[in-house]
Structures are given as C-alpha cells and as structure tokens.
C-alpha cells in the first residue's frame, strides 16, 4: 500500500528549472528521512539529495548543490526537488525514495521504498 508517485518531470532547455514532486502514500511519513536519486542510461543509479524527517538536515551531491534544493512539507506528504540551472547532464530518471530513518543518506541501499521515477531531459 505504500507508494511514492513522482511528477513535475519533463523537458527544458539548458539553464532552465524544474520543480520535482514526490507525492507519499506513507503514515510514517513524517518519521523517515527522504531522498532523490537519479539514473541516466546506461549508468548506475546516483545519489542527488536527501533530507531528515523534519526538514532541518540536508545533503546535496557535489555535482547539484547550489542549483537544487529538497525541501519536504509533513502536512502534506510531500516531498520537493527544485532544479535550477539544469544542464543536459540532469538529463536522467529521477527518483524519490523514503528511508526507514530519521536521518540522510546517500547509501541508495539504505531506502526501503521507491517511487516510479519521471524523466526529466534536458536540451543543449
């Protein structure tokens, strides 16, 4: 019964942005700590960004801090990847997945559910 439904992927021209939502059928939402991953093809599966149950910690891949931002919103259940700057080497399937704990990390291994993904292509 627990599902994590991403949208808001899509395509845009270099420099432009994107929002990201991750939508969590999850009563525990509040509890666990979230993240985004993404995967381009033919490549493995990478860390983008995380953030703790109440939103005070973050962590950001090197390659996208300072152009994206994961805030989340508990009322809600809703987790956001706001992309700016977007280069073609985004271009990938963005994932959103919740983690048993309260904490980051970028460990893909450590998350006990996953969302679909949603493509997000970015144009030169």
């Known amino acids: 019964q627990v599902q994590l439904i991403e949208s808001g992927g899509g395509l845009v021209q270099a420099g432009g942005s994107l929002r990201l939502t991750c939508a969590a059928s999850?009563?525990?939402?509040?509890?666990?700590?979230m993240g985004w991953f993404r995967q381009a093809p033919g490549q493995e599966r990478e860390f983008v960004a995380a953030i703790s149950r109440g939103g005070d910690m973050t962590d950001y891949a090197a390659f996208v801090q300072g152009r994206f931002i994961i805030s989340r919103d508990n009322g809600k259940n809703t987790v956001d990847l706001q992309m700016n700057r977007l280069r073609p080497d985004d271009t990938a399937v963005y994932y959103c997945?919740?983690?048993?704990?309260?904490?980051?990390?970028?460990?893909?291994?450590?998350?006990?559910?996953w969302g679909q993904g949603t493509q997000v292509t970015v144009s030169s």
């Open positions: 997945a919740a983690r048993g704990y309260s904490s980051p990390s970028r460990n893909s291994n450590t998350y006990n559910y």
């Open positions: 999850l009563r525990t939402f509040s509890s666990v700590a």
